[in-house]
């Protein structure tokens, strides 16, 4: 089976630095990969991480390590439209996919 | 390129009728995905196909069946409609490095 846990809430400052932690159980285990919802939005990609290690993207990080079972998203610079749901999503290695539950980041002036 | 496209975007459903939600891409992916999305909750895998004629069955399948009959299509049936399926559905496609594109949602309402 698989299952993956976050925080459900994370609140921070315009300008700060958050991160958003993933731990997850997987079977298989092939990925983690991070995407950003708005509300009454789609999911957007936001980076993958295949490999234990650090995957920069302009604002966004993501780093996994494997032999903990464990992910985290950074986000840096956070600006108001940050405020959205993160969810992180393991693959296996049959092409599955499986969800977090989410964080809800809210960024206060 | 309109990416990943869903079609219809709202529908409302008596309990036991029937629709299909349609699924288009146009970036020619191999995957693609179907997921249902409650409030206030993460997104659960309900079908998905690696290939044109393929398909598989995802975490939560049982009330869905799907069809791949060509590959930029992706179709989700709902052969008897039931009020624990109402919820927003998204489809994706995805590439082969694991970056999902996804379509703006249907949002299905079974009274």
């Known amino acids: 089976g698989q299952s993956l846990e976050q925080p459900s809430e994370v609140t921070a400052v315009e300008g700060a630095i958050v991160q958003i932690n993933c731990t997850y159980q997987?079977?298989?285990?092939?990925?983690l990969s991070w995407y950003q919802q708005h509300d009454g939005g789609a999911p957007t990609f936001l980076s993958y991480?295949?490999?234990?290690g650090l995957e920069e993207t302009g604002r966004f990080s993501s780093f996994l390590s494997r032999s903990d079972s464990y992910g985290y998203l950074l986000l840096q610079e956070l600006q108001m439209k940050d405020s959205a749901s993160y969810f992180c999503?393991?693959?296996?290695?049959?092409?599955?996919?499986?969800f977090g539950p989410g964080t809800r980041l809210s960024v206060l002036p | 390129n309109a990416g990943v496209t869903q079609t219809p975007k709202f529908r409302v459903l008596k309990t036991g009728q029937s629709m299909t939600l349609l699924c288009a891409q146009d970036m020619n992916h191999e995957y693609m995905y179907w997921y249902r999305q409650d409030p206030g909750m993460g997104l659960r895998l309900i079908h998905y196909s690696v290939g044109e004629g393929t398909t598989a069955k995802g975490e939560v399948p049982d009330g869905y069946n799907v069809s791949r009959l060509k590959k930029q299509n992706f179709l989700l049936g709902l052969e008897s409609a039931a009020p624990s399926q109402t919820s927003v559905y998204f489809c994706a496609s995805r590439t082969s490095t694991d970056t999902q594109y996804f379509g703006p949602g249907t949002r299905l309402t079974v009274l």
């Open positions: 997987t079977s298989g285990f092939y990925g």
């Open positions: 991480n295949a490999l234990d």
């Open positions: 999503a393991s693959r296996d290695y049959g092409q599955n996919f499986v």
